[in-house]
């Protein structure tokens, strides 16, 4: 705590001071998604067109890399003034105060929660009510598979849509991707014989412990179908429920997949160095995966050793013990720093993104679902007429209302520290579920030495 208290008394120093920011009128813009610059750039290029004193000027770094430069340059005063904002992240940019309100600024004042998808804006809200990020998309979990392990397996896909699971014994789900599995000898997880220390193919792909984002793309279709809330309150919750049999129970099924051999083991996915969902499929250590509706074109641009375009296909989550099926709706935005020297240029490019012209460019490229329901409309035309991708499995979590929010709350960075190696040790088997309610303690405790 200490340490992010001398950390935020450094930030707010250097703010005091103005960002050295770029030429006079140019914007300065970054984002970390490499598949999303192109459309970001022909946004930029409208938005000159209609402001010809003004410049864009975007830079893109790797997810890592982008974070720690961003850090970096809020303590070294050389800040973008715009950047893309993630929810994971935004809560201690606002406990540091390095955002400007987008109320205070003439351009961004009359954004109105409602031109966006239901309930996005108001994650990006700060405790005192002010906006902190003007949305420009949304995304929810579903599955990807690999259609020729399917049809090896015998499985159809028709009936991944129907899947249910319960802690106790998995239900169809777990049946699934037990049949999905194979292990060296080319037994099946199903069958008499399998050799869970040798596994071949696992039927679920992993993503590590999901200590760092609420298990967004490993457990938390699980947790969310088994009306489990991670917090008393969304956004900026105070007390956590971690101590809920709940989702202890859930965390000790879902991770004890690793000790059947269904579910991709800490090792088969490369150690700390994660080989992602779509990687695992390609490479065919896994035939099924959870992720997010962002990796839609890195899926469906894979291809095997040979070359050739692998079938990728779609099913959504299974339905969980409330009888319903369940994902996390998350987001970005643009958030403006206060270290910009022209905070109303920045706030007009921060407008003109979440405006219909850009969020449809973005829309028609299919990458993401706009935060604007029209440009959403447009992505999933794109998916269905250029990838033949049908991508309501995605959608109908929009449609269905079977979202619920990524917890936002204040010490962010704390509480990430904190679960990160939790969520690792119950992953790896080092420790039980019930380790949870340590751990629940311990991110109240947060709270009430900040409170």
Not at 46 to 52: C, E, L, M, N, S
């Amino acid at each position: 705590m200490l340490r992010r208290t001398l950390l935020a008394a450094l930030l707010l120093t250097t703010a005091c001071g103005g960002g050295t920011g770029g030429a006079p009128g140019t914007i300065e813009y970054w984002l970390w998604d490499s598949a999303q610059q192109p459309g970001y750039q022909k946004c930029a290029d409208a938005f000159q067109r209609r402001h010809p004193g003004l410049r864009v000027h975007i830079s893109q770094y790797g997810w890592d890399e982008y974070w720690s430069k961003l850090t970096a340059s809020f303590i070294a005063d050389t800040a973008p003034d715009v950047f893309t904002d993630q929810l994971a992240k935004f809560p201690q940019f606002v406990d540091l105060e390095v955002l400007r309100p987008l109320d205070d600024l003439v351009p961004t004042a009359d954004i109105e929660d409602s031109d966006f998808q239901e309930g996005l804006a108001e994650l990006w809200k700060g405790k005192d009510g002010k906006r902190y990020g003007s949305p420009k998309d949304w995304d929810t979990i579903a599955m990807f598979y690999d259609t020729a392990a399917l049809r090896a397996a015998g499985v159809d896909p028709a009936t991944l849509g129907e899947l249910t699971w319960n802690p106790r014994d998995g239900g169809t789900f777990e049946k699934t991707i037990a049949r999905l599995t194979v292990d060296q000898n080319g037994v099946r997880g199903d069958e008499p014989g399998f050799d869970r220390t040798r596994v071949k193919t696992y039927g679920l792909a992993a993503n590590g412990g999901g200590g760092d984002n609420w298990g967004q793309t490993q457990w938390s279709a699980f947790t969310g179908s088994a009306g489990w809330q991670a917090t008393d309150r969304n956004p900026w919750g105070t007390r956590f429920n971690l101590d809920d049999p709940v989702v202890q129970d859930t965390l000790r099924w879902y991770f004890g997949l690793v000790q059947k051999g269904y579910l991709a083991s800490f090792a088969a996915i490369g150690g700390n160095n994660v080989i992602t969902a779509d990687k695992q499929i390609q490479s065919g250590i896994a035939a099924m995966g959870l992720s997010g509706s962002w990796t839609i074109s890195s899926f469906t641009g894979l291809t095997d050793a040979a070359g050739r375009k692998l079938d990728i296909g779609l099913a959504p989550t299974p339905i969980g013990p409330t009888g319903k099926r369940a994902s996390m709706f998350n987001g970005l935005a643009d958030s403006i720093t206060t270290f910009s020297r022209q905070p109303e240029n920045a706030a007009k490019w921060v407008k003109f993104m979440s405006g219909e012209e850009c969020q449809n460019i973005i829309g028609r490229s299919g990458v993401v679902f706009p935060a604007r329901p029209a440009g959403t409309e447009l992505a999933i035309a794109y998916n269905r007429d250029e990838r033949k991708l049908d991508v309501s499995a995605f959608t109908d979590h929009i449609a269905d209302r079977t979202t619920f929010p990524l917890p936002v709350t204040s010490n962010a960075a704390d509480v990430t520290a904190l679960m990160r190696p939790a969520l690792d040790s119950i992953f790896l088997g080092e420790a039980p579920a019930t380790s949870l309610t340590h751990l629940n303690q311990q991110l109240n405790e947060l709270f009430e030495v900040s409170g």
